[in-house]
């Protein structure tokens, strides 16, 4: 039988044109990045806990809005299995999982005072963003080593608009979160940049898990950016239901997860 390490081209190990600062195949012959696979653990632990804490939210703005962590743990997956192969095939699933990941978040929570003249409502914006997202999965082929960059454009893209929407906003625990998650990312994109343009520094003194420590940050700067935004969101779509934000496991907590709670539940639920 064909182990999956002998599968020809695009399964095959390190097939991939990318290749991250970690040492190969350093702990085990099976794993080309240990640390790189492993610290993917992240995805299993926070995407599970944002699915729960998001429901009340969910329920009453939108239940699709739980496919963003759905989709957070197929990207958890594809991870694992990139860095486990550095294959092609594994490295178009991680980058693409990422790109539906951020589709699936514009089409619900991009504002729309900001849709395009001849959007007429959410419907059609979330047509208009599948009809991108296929055109820049196909497209997505043509150079693969571009795809990161292109997606890490769109982290700029939304800070850009978290920015405009915080305009004079006075609420201290809505700007407490918004400076966290901007920390956050930029501590998660200082690893990753430095990872893939400084290596020979940190292979000098034996540190190769910038990548890994990414995972780690990036996964907790969504969880944080992702509330905030859910949250701008839900103050403007179910201002009834007057949202509110607090803190996984205690609220005093200074490190724990962001969520929404609904001070007030409504029967009606209001759809976009
Ligand atoms: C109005 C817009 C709402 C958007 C909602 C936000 C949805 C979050 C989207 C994406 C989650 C990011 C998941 C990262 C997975 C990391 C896997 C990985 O490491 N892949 C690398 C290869 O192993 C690959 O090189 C990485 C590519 C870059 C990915 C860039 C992702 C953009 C992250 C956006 C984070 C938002 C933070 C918001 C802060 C206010
Ligand atoms: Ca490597
Ligand atoms: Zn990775």
Partial sequence: MLSFEKMPGVFSYESSAVDWCEDNYKHSDNVVEYFNTMSNFVFFVVAPIMLYLMHPYARERNLAIHLVWLMMIFVGLFSVYFHMTLSFVGQMLDELSILWV??????????????????????????????????????SFIKPTANAYALNCFALHILYSVCMELKGCTDQRVLRLAWASFGLWVLAISCWISDRFGCSFWQKINFCYLHGIWHILIVVATAYGSTLIAYLDASVEIPHSLPDLQYWPQDSWALGLPYIVLKSHTKTRKRC
């Fill in 102 to 139: 951020l589709a699936i978040g514009y089409s619900l929570w991009f504002p729309r005072k900001h849709f395009p003249s001849f959007v007429r409502d959410r419907t059609s914006f979330s047509r208009l963003v599948l009809v991108i997202t296929a055109t820049s999965t196909v497209s």
